[in-house]
T-cell receptor
Framework: AQKVTQAQTEISVVEKEDVTLDCVYE???????LFWYKQPPSGELVFLIR??????QNEISGRYSWNFQKSTSSFNFTITASQVVDSAVYFC?????????????FGIGTKLQVIP | DTGVSQNPRHKITKRGQNVTFRCDPI?????LYWYRQTLGQGPEFLTY????????KSRLLSDRFSAERPKGSFSTLEIQRTEQGDSAMYLC????????????FGPGTRLTVT
């Protein structure tokens, strides 16, 4: 069975602060993919990043960075110098070879509110 | 490239009625997925198509639910004899067979059963 845990249900930060969203996953498979999606108030899920289980390199994209650590089964997401437009619900998700990489398991999401 | 589109965006129906939703995937994507999302939860997988073949169905998909993708392009999700517990956002996603498994989502259809 697969499981994704996002322990932080809601986070509020003041604009320009850095914020880290935590994600812990469980899977018995050795090959898997992890994702982060953003769901703004409009409702449409927006794909942010994919990481496969063999690539533990951290990634930075503008103000976004991701820290993947297999040893702790975590895939955390940091927003640097947060902006009001970052306010959204962020989902961490997982798919693996036992599901043919098609069935994606999502966490419950972390609602981020950036206060101006 | 146009994204995934879904119609209608909102649907209000009375308990016991049937409803049908439509999803048009990104044109070159051969894989199509349906998810259900309730308030405060992440999306939950319902079913998946590769071309016109329905390859997996979640146990969440009761016998009142049926999904089709007759020509391997758009898909429909029908709910018969709706119940109040069916109220949710129904999300459609698509992916490319040569992609790296990321799925691209549509805006969803919000169903309210009164």
């Amino acid at each position: 069975a697969q499981k994704v845990t996002q322990a932080q249900t809601e986070i509020s930060v003041v604009e320009k602060e850095d914020v880290t969203l935590d994600c812990v996953y469980e899977t018995r498979d050795t090959t898997y993919y992890l994702f982060w999606y953003k769901q703004p108030p409009s409702g449409e899920l927006v794909f942010l990043i994919r990481r496969n289980s063999f690539d533990e390199q951290n990634e930075i994209s503008g103000r976004y960075s991701w820290n993947f650590q297999k040893s702790t089964s975590s895939f955390n997401f940091t927003i640097t110098a947060s902006q009001v437009v970052d306010s959204a619900v962020y989902f961490c998700a997982l798919t693996s070879n036992s599901g043919g990489y098609q069935k994606v398991t999502f966490g419950i999401g972390t609602k981020l509110q950036v206060i101006p | 490239d146009t994204g995934v589109s879904q119609n209608p965006r909102h649907k209000i129906t009375k308990r016991g009625q049937n409803v049908t939703f439509r999803c048009d995937p990104i044109s070159e994507h051969n894989r199509l997925y349906w998810y259900r999302q309730t308030l405060g939860q992440g999306p939950e997988f319902l079913t998946y198509f590769q071309n016109e073949a329905q390859l997996e169905k979640s146990r969440l998909l009761s016998d009142r639910f049926s999904a089709e993708r007759p020509k391997g392009s758009f898909s429909t999700l029908e709910i018969q004899r709706t119940e109040q517990g069916d109220s949710a956002m129904y999300l459609c996603a698509s992916s490319h067979r040569t992609g790296n498994y990321e799925q691209y989502f549509g805006p969803g259809t919000r169903l309210t059963v009164t």
